[in-house]
């Protein structure tokens, strides 16, 4: 089936941007709903943001007005614009998509990339 793999993480100054990439391959139907997460030094994960194959997005209060999520179909490259970091950004973040190998929503299975660290300091 499918495997995502995160890239474009780094450090950055606080105000600074990033651009984090997620790109899927392997043998698949289609992608539905992708999701970005993060996890920062002894917290739990949380929900960064989600677009639909339809490109409705959806952004966790944190994120709204700084962050864009997007997708490119037809590479299976999906996108996190993080635009005036802050140091409370600092995480791992993770791309999460749902991939199917047929038409069939049953064949539907969540996948998660490795992640890429975001680190935001001076």
């Known amino acids: 089936q499918g495997q995502l793999v995160e890239s474009g993480g780094g450090l950055v100054q606080p105000g600074g941007s990033l651009r984090l990439s997620c790109v899927a391959s392997g043998t698949f139907y289609n992608i539905g709903y992708v999701y970005w997460y993060r996890q920062a030094p002894e917290k739990e994960r949380e929900y960064v943001a989600r677009?639909?194959?339809?490109?409705?997005?959806h952004y966790a209060d944190f994120a709204q007005g700084r962050f864009t999520i997007s997708r490119d179909n037809a590479n299976n490259t999906f996108y996190l614009q993080m635009n005036n970091l802050k140091p409370e950004d600092t995480a791992v973040y993770y791309c999460?998509?749902?991939?199917?190998?047929?038409?069939?929503?049953?064949?539907?299975?969540?996948?998660w990339g490795q992640g890429t660290q975001v680190t935001v300091s001076s």
């Open positions: 677009i639909t194959g339809r490109h409705n997005k």
């Open positions: 999460n998509a749902e991939i199917c190998a047929t038409y069939l929503s049953r064949s539907c299975r969540d996948h």
